[in-house]
């Protein structure tokens, strides 16, 4: 199957378990004040006003891989994020995100990792910030820590992202990219803890504990939707 296909299927999939999630609320969660693993959510920029986004475009500079942007608008399917556990840290389905818990996160579309390293973004000249990997799985770039004010991420928080590896916050200072994704905000990683680091979880879908299957394994993003 060729990746526009894949990316097909992708997409129709997500959009029947959204479907159904809102015509069943017991998949949705709408009660949950928290999230959890195995959610598949939308991310929003606070001071910006954009969601976390990708596609599959990848940048012209830096590391060539597939970039990650913000965008204004709400109904965009290439916004949704898988959470997930690490490599080396399995996260139960259903369970509460920790602060100080490091997640991946997935986009659902493409299969690949938020991700970050050295390498300079293409219009602030901060740390680039991309999606990377295969079918959930890439390196220990893809890895994040929580920061949140609790004991668990509440959805109706503000929070950050650090990345673990070079310890930058995952960030929007609102510069936008011209053609082909006009308009789009960049996303990077900075050292400095300001308003323009903080994420909201918004739309998707919330994974209840109740819901969790014994013996799943939740390595890959697919046994998490």
């Known amino acids: ?26 998949c949705l969660g709408t009660e949950l004040s928290f999230v959890t693993c195995g959610s598949v959510i939308k991310l929003l920029n606070v001071k910006h006003n954009v969601r976390l986004h990708s596609h599959d ?29 690490t490599r080396d840290t399995a996260c139960q389905r259903g369970n509460a995100i920790k602060c100080g818990q490091t997640i991946r996160l997935t986009h659902v579309n493409t299969g690949r990792n938020l991700h970050s390293h050295y390498f300079t973004s293409p219009l602030s000249s901060n740390q680039e910030v991309s999606a990377f990997g295969e079918e959930g799985e890439g390196d220990h770039l893809d890895e994040w820590s929580v920061e949140c004010g609790g004991s668990v991420w509440k959805r109706q928080e503000a929070v950050r992202f650090r990345h673990k590896a070079t310890e930058a916050l995952l960030s929007v200072t609102g510069e936008q990219y011209g053609r082909p994704i006009h308009g789009q905000r960049e996303v990077h990683a900075m050292s400095s803890s300001t308003q323009h680091s903080l994420w909201k979880a918004m739309e998707g879908i919330f994974i209840k504990p109740t819901e969790a299957m014994p013996g799943q394994n939740h390595h890959y993003m697919h046994t998490e939707l």
């Open 57 to 85: 475009v990848r940048y012209g500079s830096g590391s060539g891989q597939q970039s990650v942007t913000g965008v204004i608008s709400m109904e965009d399917s290439n916004s949704y994020w898988s959470v997930r556990g």
């Open 1 to 26: 199957m060729d990746a526009f296909n894949v990316a097909l299927l992708s997409h129709t999939l997500l959009c029947i378990l959204l479907s159904l999630a809102f015509l069943s609320r017991t």
